[in-house]
């Protein structure tokens, strides 16, 4: 069973940038596709980046130019550059693998002036 640890949150002032780290326990990451969710105050966890084993990335279209997913399968670890950030994209960010059933603590990203 794979691991993961997610890093990199904090608070930025409106416009800033983040880039959070996911990090796998194991090398079968290079196996799975890597997934980014979020989840905000009060609402339900949701689909934000998906960065599939060949390096194809998908986004919400929301967050599209904004965000970048990529991965480093050399250091199992998966990364989610955040750009132009707004109050809105504060929440908990959680990576995990497609149908992983345990989740991490996350890291809180906090967007405010």
């Known amino acids: 069973q794979v691991q993961l640890v997610e890093s990199g949150g904090g608070l930025v002032q409106p416009g800033g940038s983040l880039r959070l780290s996911c990090a796998a326990s194991s090398s079968i990451f290079r196996r799975y596709a890597m997934i980014w969710y979020r989840q905000a105050p009060g609402k339900e966890r949701e689909w934000v980046a998906t960065?599939?084993?060949?390096?194809?990335?998908t986004y919400a279209d929301s967050l599209k130019g904004r965000f970048t997913i990529s991965r480093d399968n050399a250091k199992n670890t998966a990364y989610l550059q955040m750009n132009s950030l707004k109050t809105e994209d504060t929440g908990v960010y959680y990576c995990?693998?497609?149908?992983?059933?345990?989740w991490g603590q996350g890291t809180q990203v906090t967007v405010s002036s």
């Open positions: 995990n693998i497609p149908g992983g059933k345990s």
């Open positions: 960065v599939w084993p060949t390096g194809t990335t």
